[in-house]
């Protein structure tokens, strides 16, 4: 009577808590695809740890089910549904790895080894344990094997990933940036962007350019120029009218991004498609510093559904009465950026041509999940 106590308790505690993130969610309490992310990995460890099942189909459609309900939480927050996705993807390959290592007619004639986790397989037989999956050894007896370690240890992994992620990107700046370059960035709300040229700015000396991006981001972009100033680089706001006629000065242009889709274009602040255009025209390189969490699977079939439009009082207030009845005010949160305005694409695991992020969709997500 005390253990299902005890795990009525749990489940309790552990519904509460997705009722709590799935409100925060919704109420835009928790903002930004990195805070998104990792308050959806370390939700998801907590689900597969007090989650029970006999077979690994079950905990798929668990994570399927909560994936659905965080996804239309905020259907425009696509690092939620990337990590959904990425759980899914390791729990899958898990049990695949684990049927390979364990079919056959023993040690010998068993198949290569395709994941770490599989390194530490065993053939010993398991009791009864909730998340263990039934399998058939090569002399027909019936064993357990617990999957559950494994599929937890792949989840911390994924959080390290994350926490260790900008540092990471960081640290390829040095072969990004010359000394005495000018950078343009129109994305002051993108902490990889600001961790990249600080972290680059500790071997090179360089000049910023950052656009004000108004109306949404322009307090961001002072507190981004000021910190950028602290650290001892020389740094300019400027309006977004100026883009055009200073981008001849500029060496590169480094975007931040929302999210990256499965065709290589991008979605990124307001103003970030226009400023990218013009540096194509006047030929600058585009450099794009994002991590794979923001890598999403989705393809641009519909761009306004992906954009999120913000408060138009900013673009014209509504005391302006006389104004306001008599046009229509959007005020879009995001721009999409073509893959054929991107030169690179700076990830944690290296850089790549906006062209090949299709193969690193292949190599993160499983065709079967694309849709929770």
């Known amino acids: ?185 129109p994305t002051p709300n993108s902490r990889t962007v600001l961790k990249f040229l600080l972290r680059t700015a500790q071997k090179r000396k360089f000049t910023v350019l950052v656009v004000e991006v108004f109306p949404n981001d322009v307090e961001k972009t002072h507190e981004f120029a000021l910190k950028l100033a602290e650290a001892g680089i020389e740094t300019t706001v400027i309006t977004d009218a100026m883009v055009y006629s200073i981008m001849g000065r500029v060496g590169k242009v480094i975007l931040g991004t929302h999210a990256v889709l499965a065709n290589g274009g991008l979605l990124a602040s307001a103003g970030a498609a226009m400023i990218s255009q013009c540096a194509n025209v006047h030929r600058t390189p585009v450099v794009v510093c994002t991590g794979l969490y923001k890598l999403s699977p989705m393809y641009p079939f519909d761009v306004e559904s992906l954009i999120e439009v913000g408060d138009t009082g900013k673009v014209l207030a509504f005391e302006d009465g006389s104004l306001v009845d008599k046009v229509n005010v959007v005020n879009p949160l995001y721009d999409y950026v073509p893959p054929e305005s991107v030169d690179l694409c700076i990830t944690n695991m290296g850089g790549y041509s906006p062209s090949f992020m299709y193969r690193l969709v292949l190599d993160h997500y499983r065709q079967e999940d694309v849709t929770l």
């Open 1 to 185: 009577m005390l253990a299902a106590g005890a795990h009525t308790t749990k489940e309790k505690d552990l519904n509460a808590h997705i009722e709590a993130f799935v409100a925060q969610l919704k109420r835009r309490q928790i903002q930004g695809s990195y805070n998104v992310a990792l308050a959806t990995a370390q939700l998801l460890l907590r689900v597969v740890s007090a989650a029970r099942w006999t077979h690994i189909d079950q905990l798929v459609t668990q994570i399927k089910i909560l994936g659905k309900r965080l996804q239309g939480a905020q259907p425009r927050e696509l690092a939620c549904g990337n990590i959904i996705r990425r759980v899914l993807a390791l729990i899958r390959e898990e049990s695949e790895d684990t049927n390979d290592s364990e079919s056959g007619d023993g040690a010998v004639n068993s198949p290569l080894i395709t994941s770490m986790f599989s390194l530490l397989s065993t053939n010993d037989e398991y009791g009864p344990n909730r998340g263990s999956q039934s399998l058939i050894d090569g002399s027909g007896r019936s064993i357990k094997k617990d999957l559950k370690p494994y599929i937890i240890e792949g989840i911390q992994e994924l959080i390290d990933e994350l926490k260790n992620i900008d540092e990471s990107i960081a640290s390829m700046g040095v072969e990004m940036i010359h000394e005495n370059e000018t950078i343009l960035t």
